[in-house]
């Protein structure tokens, strides 16, 4: 995961998200701080980093959006951490699939900017708009490490 070319910045996101440690209200309120705190996606439940970052009906669309890309039947874990440590022995050596990698990191990203656009700029897109972004920044991503198949991404994405 760290020898990608996801930009650095998202590389560390991603790193306090595996460790629980991005600014989630769960996260705030572990540092003492009183806050009703609400997932901002789907208004259910509360806002936990493994809500939010695996759980919350909308990243799951997310999560189901780039399983179907690969066709991998998944059980998604409880933590973030667990995430990781699955996805990476999932992906393995023997696929050589660089594009893997890259998913958990493009998923958490756009969630975290959908997240933040609700929480403090009062803008909600669509699930369909939180897709289309998740998979175009996804397919950038892929283009930066040269990935053969992104050809293959560019047409499911415009199949949708
Ligand atoms: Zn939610």
């Not at 393995?92 to 990203?109: E, H, L, N, Q």
Request: proline content about 2%; overall charge positive; hydrophobic content about 35%.
């Amino acid at each position: 995961m760290w020898r990608n070319k996801v930009p650095t910045k998202v590389k560390c996101f991603s790193w306090l998200v595996a460790r629980r440690a991005c600014s989630t209200h769960e996260k705030l309120k572990r540092r003492g701080f009183y806050i009703a705190s609400w997932c901002s996606l789907c208004n259910e439940t509360e806002e936990t980093n493994n809500h939010l970052f695996l759980h919350c009906k909308v990243t799951t669309q997310l999560w189901n959006l780039c399983l179907g890309l690969t066709h991998t039947k998944w059980i998604m874990p409880g933590h973030t951490a667990d995430l990781l440590s699955c996805w990476i022995s999932r992906g393995g050596r023997k696929s050589k699939k660089k594009w893997w990698s890259i998913i958990p990191s493009c998923i958490w990203w756009c969630i975290w900017k959908e997240r933040n656009s609700r929480c403090y700029d009062n803008k909600a897109n669509s699930i369909e708009k939180v897709k289309w972004n998740c998979l175009t920044t996804f397919y950038f991503w892929c283009k930066e490490e040269g990935i053969e198949e992104t050809a293959q991404i560019l047409d499911f994405i415009g199949t949708l």
